[in-house]
């Protein structure tokens, strides 16, 4: 049988539409006979095996890439994940998380699973994450999607992408580009969980208030004043997990995020946010 003659130029075809390495390109043309779209299928075949080969291992390394629409009323934040540092430093990676950042933003969808299913140069970017693990031998998963919508949104990416911030506000106003970037530092840098009181699930307040009683009931306190003083350790709570009640870091005199905010517009405020990490 005669071998099949694999042309350089079609080497590199198959690498540019792939990403997958040289050698591994001409192997897979070689297996099958110079076809390009049986090529392609063994290089997603080789993948897939590897997806299922590493199910099991962590990826908590990868990139966080946030984004915004044109109009700047809409922002996703992506991670994609990988197994090691060295992966999520590489150019080529960190450019095909940006791909995948560009796809989620355009199509908008609602939830991660509904992103798995998005076209992407022609493949659903499940397909791409599968073709990807083949590619550089390691689990590489869609780990988080978050979405908003608001008057106007503004994004922040952390620690050479570590970390993904988008922030929605009331209304547009032309001095968010630099304070919608300093609350979304903010919350990188403090971890709120929730915009303002309002927005703590009723769980996590009731956890709160029996922590405060607890721990007042240890000091020896009267049972007739347990609940009082849990309502006072709830209000430093809300001061240091709600965004609006804390108190702004880059300020120059004591203030909280809502002065600060309202200081550039006495009507603006914060709508939601979203805050992704690695790990």
Known sequence: MAT??????DVKALRDQTGAGMMDCK????????????AIAYLRKKGQKMTEKRADRDANEGVVVAAT???????????????????????????????VADA??????????????????????????IERTGVIGEKIELSSYEKLEAAQVVPYIH?????????GFNK?????????????????????????KDGVDASVVQKEIEIGM???????????ML???????????????????QEYVKAEKKETVKQYIQSIDKELTVTDFKHVTLG
Request: hydrophobic content about 45%; charged content about 30%; some cysteine.
């Open 27 to 38: 192997k897979a043309l070689v297996e099958a006979n110079g076809d390009m779209e049986e």
């Open 159 to 167: 620690m050479g992408h570590k970390a993904g911030v988008i922030v």
């Open 104 to 129: 989620a933003l355009a199509a908008f969808v609602a939830t991660k699973e509904d992103l798995l299913a998005v076209t992407m140069d022609g493949q659903t970017i499940a397909d791409k994450l």
């Open 227 to 245: 609940e009082k003083i849990a309502q006072g350790k709830l209000g430093k709570f809300y001061k240091e997990k709600t965004l609006l009640n």
């Open 214 to 224: 607890d721990q007042a009931r240890q000091d020896g306190k009267p049972e007739a």
């Open 4 to 9: 099949i003659k694999i042309s350089a130029k």
């Open 172 to 196: 547009a106003n032309d001095g968010l580009a630099e304070a919608g970037r300093n609350v979304a530092m903010q919350i990188a840098a403090m971890k709120p969980i929730a915009v303002d």
């Open 69 to 99: 629409s044109d109009d700047n009323t809409k922002g996703i934040v992506v991670r994609i994940g990988c197994e090691t540092d060295f992966v999520a430093k590489n150019d080529d990676f960190v450019t095909f998380a940006k791909s």
